[in-house]
């Protein structure tokens, strides 16, 4: 990995400026919430139930932790810990459809990007005011990172580990192929080109895998056309807030996936059914069978765990290239993060967990375990997190993040994003009549007046 | 003075009410979970009513508006072919005629007393007892182009894997589906088939009739009001599937399987369009209608 690329300046800084043009577009939406509540002074007490989602089993010995924590610090409180053995996807529609009917858990675990539509719905409380008398928030969270959640000018939850994302690739592959093993894409095309080359000289393995379609869930737009718009110059949405369907940029994005499935064939087309294709190629690309992928950093830690040789040997990292350029952005989040439901009836409580469990000691044990960077900053400098290079340059490269704004829509659009995407790979619609489909489904999903043309 | 008579319909009351009460509690259930939830579906498909956002916490009525998005949708025609296909393929054809072919076949073992009849009978109920979720999972474990056993023994034997769900994803759901759905059927029609006078054939014999016109002249004809029943549900049934197709291709690639219990699925869940979504179920309800009236209207005997 380029190391000057991923100089050790001050930590989010650019991310900052990145989170806050995002914030800049929610905040333009006037405020409409009520009061935030009140934090009680009295020491929490009663009982709540904690929910969250985990399928890798690293998460549960930190979330029983910060429940004993608590628990001893304060006898007469009682946690109900509700572990859901699902993906995000699923513990999501369960979720919401508990939480509209006035019901759910006092505290739960979901995306930061899910904060705009979960705070339109009235289902989880801001914690402005229960942040504002917890010192640490001020002390060690960033601006950046602190701005990353706010919605409408309230902050709905507290982030533990960001996200970040990595071009990731195989050097043994790309030594075999002829190319070199210290690859910095010079620009989006050169993606491909490379794959071709793998296609032609290491036949044995996939070349590059993009997801499209409903098969690649939110992959789909996160990990491949987000990232594309972007790197060819354009945006996703406008400073009015409005969506964007027809653009040059767009047009290119979708462009790249004709080339990739249909034209240079370079990506399997069982991406678009297999079920959740993710797991196939996130293990192929850690086994040595599958060329050039853009994932999670998160991802990085399960090869890591496996392998630990192999993967620093094997896996190169970088970050997206653009149209004109090398290794330039990459795409950032708050990651998972702990929201209060507003129904809840005990909020100080369900905040006293949040806070037990947001400490410097479990964010940074957490975090290089699982590997995110940290979001808290003293946790950030702990000597097991700073151990590992991938976590430093992890948190490196969200001085060159991208945020995708917070947007109450963002679910309708990456709807039509795997509808569009899904059928331009497939064959089924050219780029071209792609974009017009695409602004179609957008203008449908969300109506005329939320919908931009760009030329 | 005039003599006190109750009215008619005070004693159609007193003929009926023992049939009322027998009805009522089987009616008050259908009504609790079927009638109910229905035209909660139909009011809500009025309304732009959401999972998340603005909508989910100020749902509005918006008239037939979800139904005009519905109708210019341009998902909307491919989404009605691939149930057509669909259904005709999987549920009309496959399901009806191998459930069928099955009912018949064991039949014929029983009355010879082959020994592996009640293998073959429970081998293919098999299918059928497994929830549907596992039984799509298991097909995955098959058809994955990356992981599954087909082509971990296509490339045993050294041939390359096949893109099953990729080059054939409507043709590998229809056989999955087929598979799944055979078993009802040939139970439906067993019991029929053992409802046939046996003297019938035997009469038939006596006359000289084949094997073929046996079939033809007396099973098919006492089969008749069964067969539309069966076919009946398992149009229904097929129509309203989605959780085999959303574990196998999730109506992918592009929208070659997306079908219209899915396509709701998606709009209600992933979309998080609980007004939509619902429109999209009023219009399969209304469709499901429409197929028992036609084949209602078919079975009901000739006077």
Same mark, same amino acid.
């Given at each position: 990995m380029n190391r000057d690329l991923f100089s050790r300046r001050s930590l989010l800084k650019n991310a900052a400026g990145s989170a806050g043009a995002a914030v800049a577009v929610a905040q333009g939406f006037s405020s409409a919430f009520a009061q935030d509540a009140s934090p009680a002074a009295a020491p929490p007490s009663g009982t709540i139930t904690v929910s969250y989602p985990d399928q890798a089993g690293l998460k549960p010995k930190y979330v029983t932790q910060a429940a004993e924590s608590l628990h001893s610090a304060n006898a007469g409180t009682t946690i109900n810990i509700d572990l859901e053995n699902v993906g995000d996807d699923d513990f999501y529609t369960k979720l919401l459809l508990a939480l509209d009917s006035g019901n759910g858990p006092d505290v739960f675990h979901m995306g930061g990007n899910s904060a705009g539509e979960l705070a339109d719905a009235g289902y989880i409380e801001p914690l402005d005011a229960y942040l504002a008398e917890w010192p640490d928030w001020a002390q060690f969270y960033p601006a950046s990172v602190q701005s990353s959640v706010q919605y409408k000018g309230q902050t709905w939850c507290v982030p533990y580990g960001l996200d970040t994302r990595f071009l990731y690739y195989r050097k043994d592959i790309f030594t075999k192929a002829g190319l070199p093993s210290d690859w910095q894409a010079a620009n989006v095309a050169d993606i491909l080109t490379s794959a071709v080359q793998i296609k032609q000289n290491v036949p044995d393995v996939l070349p590059y895998a993009l997801y499209g379609g409903q098969?690649? +869930? +939110?992959g789909t737009a996160d990990h491949a056309f987000v990232p594309l718009v972007w790197a060819y110059g354009g945006e996703m949405i406008n400073a009015d807030g409005k969506w964007i369907g027809e653009s040059a940029a767009i047009r290119k994005a979708l462009d790249y996936y004709v080339q990739a499935f249909q034209n240079d064939k370079v990506v399997d087309q069982e991406i678009l059914t297999t079920t959740k294709p993710w797991t196939a190629m996130r293990e192929k690309l850690g086994s040595g069978g599958l060329g050039i992928l853009f994932e999670g950093g998160w991802v990085y830690g399960g090869w890591y765990s496996k392998d630990k040789a192999g993967t620093e040997a094997n896996v190169g990292y970088t970050l997206f290239p653009t149209e004109s350029g090398g290794p330039s952005f990459t795409i950032g989040g708050p990651g998972t993060c702990w929201y209060i439901n507003a129904a809840s009836k005990n909020k100080d409580l369900a905040f006293a967990f949040i806070k037990a469990f947001n400490t410097k000691d479990i964010v940074a044990a957490l975090n290089a375990e699982d590997p995110h960077p940290a979001a808290r900053s003293d946790a950030a400098e702990t000597p097991a997190f700073k151990a590992q290079q991938f976590l430093l340059d992890s948190t490196a490269s969200l001085e060159h993040a991208k945020f995708i704004p917070p947007d109450p829509n963002y679910g309708k659009v990456i709807t039509a994003i795997q509808t569009v995407t899904g059928l331009v790979a497939d064959g089924e619609l050219s780029a071209e009549d792609g974009v017009k489909r695409y602004t179609d489904e957008l203008k449908t999903a969300l109506g005329d007046d939320l919908v931009a043309t760009e030329s | 003075m005039a003599t006190m008579t109750p009215g008619r319909g005070l004693i159609a009351w007193r003929r009926n009410r023992s049939l009322i009460g027998g009805l009522l509690p089987a009616a008050s259930l259908l009504s609790l979970f079927f009638v109910a939830p229905a035209i909660w579906a139909i009011y809500t498909s009025f309304t732009n009513r959401a999972l998340v956002g603005l909508d989910a916490r100020h749902p509005r009525h918006v008239g037939w508006a979800n139904y005009e998005r519905l109708l210019h949708s341009p998902a909307f025609k491919t989404v009605l072919i691939n149930s057509l296909v669909f259904v005709v393929g999987s549920a009309v054809i496959g399901q009806f005629l191998l459930g069928l072919a099955l009912a018949l076949l064991l039949d014929h073992g029983e009355h010879r007393g082959y020994r592996a009849t009640p293998f073959v009978y429970g081998s293919v109920l098999l299918a059928w007892v497994n929830p549907t979720v596992i039984a799509g999972f298991l097909w995955v474990a098959m058809f994955d182009f990356y992981y599954g056993s087909l082509n971990k023994t296509l490339q045993f034997f050294g041939l390359s894997g096949v893109s099953w769900l990729g080059k054939a994803p409507m043709l590998s759901l229809i056989i999955v589906n087929t598979w799944r759905g055979a078993a009802f059927v040939m139970i439906i029609f067993q019991g029929a088939l053992r409802t046939i006078p046996s003297q019938i054939y035997e009469a038939a014999r006596m006359d000289g009739a084949s094997a073929w016109q046996r079939f033809w002249d007396h099973t098919l004809p006492n089969l008749r009001q069964v067969a539309a029943v069966v076919l009946l549900s398992v149009t229904i049934s097929t129509f309203g599937a989605f959780l085999l197709i959303l574990t196998l291709t999730n109506g992918g690639p592009g929208t070659k399987t997306e079908v219209i219990a899915l396509y709701a699925y998606h709009a209600a869940f992933q979309s998080r369009q609980i007004g939509y979504g619902s429109a999209i179920a009023a219009v399969m309800l209304g469709l499901n209608l429409i197929f028992a009236a036609i084949y209602l209207r078919v079975s009901s005997p000739k006077i």
């Open positions: 098969a690649g +869930s +939110s | -």
